[in-house]
């Protein structure tokens, strides 16, 4: 099957790392100009010297923290200012909390971990519609199969990610696709860097959570980024307000304790 985005423009938040920098690297093999954003300038920088480097691309770093107002305003003005136009939004950027219980977790995680995952993907999405809608584009929102599991130490993160489904449903019924890709357990770094655990606890954590999946294997970032270019390309121009769960099978087995172990 081939993909051929020579003529778009992508934009992807949390592309500094994980699922949001295999997207970038491989929207930029099938020719995507990309506006890319991240709060970690060095790595950020890094992935889209590569992707100009050795694909060839127009790439637009953008700094901003998308908990804000601003930063969101920031994203959307250098974007269509840049490159005119826009016809793909991938709203991947995310923060976690650290193991908490209802009882434990304070008012102040929730809302930092609200701001970004939940307001900011509505605030980013709303500044840049109108453009999405002149070039018939559409919408990819991540979310996560927490959202759709009990998972105990998680209730701050696991909560930020069911929003996301009444969004993309909602969404549906504007022009943009407002298909959403429901990732899971994923290779990156954010797991390791929310619960602190060293490469050594990382590496049988990820064995631990592919004794829970039915197909045996964790996904990885570029599992993930497959499926949201395909669902971004004109293959799957009949999609929209779907839920499209990545996940080996892992939403049917019995995570939550397993889980809670690990973060303990």
Do not use: W
Not at 103 to 111: A, I, K, P, Y
Not at 138 to 159: A, D, P, R
Not at 162 to 180: E, I, K, L, Q
């Amino acid at each position: 099957m081939e993909y051929n985005f020579s003529d778009k423009v992508v934009l992807v938040t949390g592309a500094s790392s994980g699922i949001g920098e295999a997207t970038a690297l491989l929207f930029a093999k099938f020719g995507a100009q990309l506006a890319l954003v991240g709060r970690n300038e060095k790595n950020l920088n890094a992935v889209a010297d590569q992707c100009m480097k050795e694909l060839g691309v127009r790439v637009l770093p953008i700094i901003a923290d998308l908990g804000t107002d601003e930063g969101c305003e920031k994203v959307a003005k250098m974007t269509l200012e840049h490159y005119g136009r826009l016809d793909v939004l991938v709203n991947n950027a995310g923060i976690g909390s650290k193991y908490d219980l209802i009882e434990t977790n304070s008012m102040e995680m929730l809302d930092r971990v609200f701001s970004v995952n939940v307001r900011g993907v509505y605030n980013l999405t709303r500044l840049v519609v109108p453009a999405l809608v002149k070039s018939n584009g559409n919408i990819v929102n991540i979310s996560s199969v927490v959202g759709k599991m009990v998972n105990v130490g998680m209730l701050t993160y696991s909560m930020s990610k069911v929003p996301p489904t009444g969004f993309s449903f909602f969404c549906a019924s504007c022009p943009s696709s407002g298909a959403r890709v429901h990732r899971t357990t994923t290779i990156t770094s954010f797991y390791q860097r929310l619960t602190e655990i060293t490469e050594e606890e990382y590496k049988k954590h990820l064995e631990d959570c592919e004794r829970c999946i039915p197909l045996g294997k964790v996904c990885t970032s570029e599992d993930i980024a497959k499926t949201i270019v395909h669902v971004a390309s004109e293959h799957s121009c009949r999609v929209t307000g779907t839920d499209i769960v990545v996940d080996g099978g892992l939403q049917f087995s019995s995570f939550g304790n397993m889980l809670k172990d690990a973060l303990n």
